[in-house]
Structures are given as structure tokens and as C-alpha cells.
């Protein structure tokens, strides 16, 4: 809630004609919390945020959460750390330091309710006492004669002696803003000069609701301006709604900050990605194992703001990298083709760099320890092993993308040791043999794993059938999956003489106890 001092000095503010005075750039991130964070909506925070650390300015977090009736609850929590595990640092925010909070529109109102005395004031807004169904009867008339359902701006032109009448009668209203031309075009840092005169097109828009709550139009313009936004970038849907902006700057004598819009984010086939696709929510993402860099880096390889990058052979650059290069004049004014398979690329390109740093290997050990638990609860023999878990991650960078296909159920070998096995096949004296002939091995690949394994059953005048049968219990314990000899190169050499070994061992102990 505002202090006493705090009302004043935005008292004053709403009356300033110019921007709060800011030396840095200032941008902010403002998505409504009606549901979670998406991949445009992460687009649109990691440009802010490239832009603004290139410029040394601060990073702002804003909830516009006007729309009561659509607000999930969580949703904020939810955003914020997606966020962070995204690696965007929030300067100024709910939760965070700042001197222009709140940072949450609905505890804002107060100085909507000023803003909107001003308008009145000024003559540049209305009150408009039209019910909900003569509006609806208006769309009807528009839709039955094909045309674009629009307000006929009735209520702009009350006179003083209606519009006291309505007042008096208590008639509930709601405020309008009055559309004017707006002759000069918008300069966009994107796609340059852009004409939208939408007073031609469009009713004048509602700017306060009859619940006292303002539209995204009012409190976005009002926000901007008392927190000292120097630069706004956003997707290019609100382009338009951009002209209404600066006509209300206008009409509050205020200088706009400047606008860029990003251009549309598509899928590789040039259709539109929709918040209603389960694979585009950045939860979706983290939850299937995705790295936040990998995930960074897809974006900005179809956005651009960057020298010209090959696809052919992508490079992985860190955030702080990322901004250093970002520049806004590279953005792409196309819509943004997403490579989906550039994503897989730049994950495992990610998991090959966690695995040569020490500190970051060490923390891929233990999130596997805890996926491989999660994943087999009901296992009391599982291989968690640091070593045995660095080794299969070495072999796993050259072929899987991400860490949760480890425990895939045709790689349940990795991790679920046999409990029980019966080594029928062979006596001891012949397992011993083949345990020395796999200790001299020198290669543990599979072509020469194969050729060593065939050789042996010949010389020991075991069916080959039969002894892969053998091997595959004592190894896995299933009686499906990868091919013996593609399961030991897997393994690697260490494992899969300890679990032969042991095998071995629990075979002779049974039969002691026969």
C-alpha cells in the first residue's frame, strides 16, 4: 500500500510533462498472471533483459493483474521462478527492490483513479452510461451487415444537463478515452515507420471499468510512465494498441518512452505458436530436462539481434555473452521460425560443457541420483554409484538429449541391478575364464566386445544363444533390451565386470548352501 509521502510525490508525477528523469534505460516485463510463463513470453523477457544489460539500466517486473476474473492463482510464484531458473535477473519488482512499487497493478489503483480525474478533467475522457446489452445489440448490427463490431462513441456526446442526469439516477458507467487522428507515425526501433490511425477503425476505447479496475491501456500508460520506462519492447499483436498509447501520453501531456516490437514467434512451418500448445510452457520445458542456456539460446536463433549465426553448426553463448553481442538493430522485423531440432542441439551442446566443468559435473551426478529414485521407487538394488553415473553421462552426451531419457525403461539396465540370477550355463571355472578374457580386453566397444564373446563360446563349446541369455540376466536381469554386447559397452568395462563378479559370487553361495 502507498505511504503518505510516496501518494504525494506520484501526485505529482501524474503532472509532470516529461518522463521521470533516468539517465539509464529502464524496460520492464509486464505479463498478466492468468496463467504460466510461455516461450513468447520468454522471448519477450529475455529481450528486455539482453537490451537493457547491454545498457547497463535495470530490469523491472510488473504484474498486470487488472483482470481479476481471469487471474490463476500461483501464477505469479510460478513466473517469477521460471524467471530465475531462466537466469533473468529481476532489479526491481514484487519481492524485489525498487522505488517505484507496487509492482502489482490491483495495488495500484489509486493512481488510476487520479489519472483518470485528469483525462476528465481535460475533456480527453468521458463517462459512459451504455448498458451491456445495448453494446452486445451494437456487435450484432455489426456482424449482420459484415461489418468490424465497434462502439458508435453515443455517450462522447452527452450534454452537461444528460450527463448530470444519469449521475444523479446513480447509472453505472464506465470511463472512455477520446480517440483522436493521430497524424504522426509511430517510430518502431524494429520495424521502423508504421501508420495506425485508429480512430478511423475503432470506438473509443474503455479506459476505467465500472468496478473502479482500469484497462491494460490506462494502467500500462500510467505505469510506464511513473517508473520511468525509457524503452518498451513487446510483441508486435500490441502494435496497434500502440497508437492508442501515445495518444494518451498525449493527452497527458507526457513524453512516451520509445517502442520496439518483436516480430511474431513461429513454428518452423510458419504457423502461430498458441499458449493452448502443452509443449510451449516453459514448466514443460524444465520438467523434460531441458538446460535454461539451451533454451535461451533456441530463442534467440530465430529472433536474431545478433551477427549472422550458422544453423549448421550452432554455438552455445552464455547470457552474459548474449548480451554483450545483442543488438536491437539486428532484430528480425520476420516472423521467428523455431528450428525445433536446433533446441535438441544446443541442450546436448549444454550437457557436453556441464560435463567438463568439475563443479557443474558434479551437480549432473546428483540430479541423476534423484531422477534415477524417482523414477524406480520400488527398487532397492539401483546403481547410484558417482562413477558409474559420470560414466554413463560421458556416453550419453554423444547420443541423448536430455538427462530424463536416462530413465527411459530400455536403459533401466543402467540402474536396476538383478537381484536374482542362475548362472546354469556356465560353471565357475568357465565365468572366471570370461571374466579374465573381459579384464584383458583392451577396447570395451561393442564390434569387439561381439567378436571376443562368439570366440569364447566356441573355445568353452557353449551355444552363443545361450551364453547372451546368461550375460543379459547377470548384467540386467531382464530378459529384453539392447544387445549384450551393446549393454556392456553402455556399462563400461568397471560395472560390468562388478556385476559378472557379483553374479558369480551369489551363484557359488547358493550352492554352498545346497
Known amino acids: ?64 493483474d487488472t ?5 490463476v492463482p500461483g501464477a505469479t510464484e510460478r513466473l517469477i521462478e521460471d524467471l530465475l531458473w531462466a537466469g533473468i535477473e529481476i532489479d526491481e519488482g514484487p519481492g524485489f527492490d525498487g522505488a517505484y512499487g507496487p509492482y502489482i497493478q490491483s495495488q495500484r489503483r489509486e493512481l488510476y483513479s487520479q489519472a483518470v480525474e485528469r483525462l476528465l478533467e481535460n475533456g480527453s475522457a468521458y463517462r459512459c452510461f451504455c448498458t451491456e446489452r445495448r453494446l452486445d445489440l451494437l456487435r450484432k448490427d455489426a456482424l449482420r451487415t459484415r461489418q468490424v463490431p465497434r462502439y458508435d462513441n453515443k455517450c462522447r456526446h452527452l450534454t452537461a444537463e444528460q450527463l448530470q442526469q444519469q449521475l444523479d439516477k446513480g447509472t453505472p458507467y464506465c470511463i472512455r478515452f477520446k480517440l483522436t487522428s493521430h497524424e504522426e507515425p509511430l517510430q518502431d526501433l524494429i520495424y521502423g515507420s ?27 500508460v500510467v505505469d510506464d510512465h511513473l517508473m520511468g520506462i525509457t524503452h518498451v519492447l513487446r510483441g508486435v499483436e500490441w502494435q496497434i494498441s500502440t497508437t492508442k498509447h501515445l495518444l494518451l501520453y498525449k493527452a497527458f501531456d507526457w513524453q512516451p518512452p520509445q517502442f520496439g516490437h518483436l516480430p511474431l514467434l513461429v513454428n518452423a512451418d510458419g504457423s502461430k505458436l498458441s499458449k493452448r500448445q502443452g509443449d510451449i510452457g516453459i514448466k514443460q520445458f524444465r520438467d523434460r530436462g531441458y538446460f535454461p542456456t539451451a533454451l535461451l539460446n533456441y530463442i534467440i536463433s530465430a529472433g536474431g539481434g545478433f551477427e549472422h549465426r550458422s544453423h549448421s553448426k550452432p554455438q552455445l553463448y552464455s547470457m552474459d555473452n548474449l548480451a554483450k553481442q545483442f543488438l536491437l538493430e539486428r532484430v528480425n522485423a520476420h516472423p521467428s521460425r523455431l528450428n525445433a531440432e536446433l533446441l535438441n542441439d544446443y541442450n546436448q551442446l549444454e550437457l557436453k560443457a556441464h560435463l567438463a566443468d568439475p563443479l557443474k559435473c558434479q551437480k549432473l551426478v546428483s540430479h541423476v541420483q534423484q531422477l534415477i529414485r524417482q523414477a524406480y521407487p520400488d527398487h532397492s538394488h539401483l546403481d547410484l554409484a558417482e562413477s558409474h553415473i559420470e560414466a554413463v553421462l560421458h556416453w550419453s552426451a554423444q547420443r541423448l538429449t536430455l538427462l530424463q531419457d536416462l530413465t527411459s525403461s530400455k536403459l533401466s539396465f543402467l540402474w536396476v541391478k538383478p537381484s536374482h540370477v542362475v548362472l546354469n ?63 556392456m559397452e553402455i556399462l563400461g568395462k568397471d560395472v560390468v565386470l562388478q556385476r559378472l563378479q557379483e553374479s558369480l559370487d551369489k551363484q557359488k553361495q547358493l550352492q554352498l548352501q545346497q
Open 194 to 220: 508504421v501508420q495506425h490511425n485508429v480512430s478511423e477503425t475503432e470506438g473509443d476505447p474503455v479506459i476505467m471499468k465500472s468496478d473502479l479496475y482500469p484497462t491494460y491501456h490506462l494502467a500500462n
Open 67 to 71: 483482470d481479476q476474473t481471469r487471474l
Open 425 to 487: 550355463d556356465l560353471n565357475a571355472t568357465q565365468w572366471e575364464e570370461l571374466l579374465q578374457q573381459l579384464q584383458a580386453q583392451p577396447s570395451f566397444h561393442k564390434d569387439q566386445l561381439n567378436e571376443l564373446l562368439r570366440s569364447y563360446a566356441k573355445a568353452a563349446s557353449i551355444k552363443f544363444p545361450a551364453l547372451m541369455k546368461t550375460l543379459r540376466g547377470a548384467l540386467s536381469g531382464l530378459q529384453e533390451g539392447p544387445g549384450v554386447a551393446e549393454m
Open 1 to 64: 500500500m502507498f505511504s503518505l509521502r510516496y501518494a504525494k510525490v506520484l501526485r505529482q508525477c501524474l503532472h509532470t510533462t516529461h518522463r521521470l528523469c533516468h539517465s539509464e534505460v529502464r524496460v520492464r516485463f509486464a505479463p498478466s498472471p492468468t496463467g504460466y510463463l510461455h516461450l513468447g513470453g520468454l522471448r519477450t523477457a529475455l529481450y528486455n533483459y539482453l537490451f537493457v544489460r547491454h545498457s547497463g539500466g535495470k530490469f523491472l517486473l510488473r504484474i498486470e
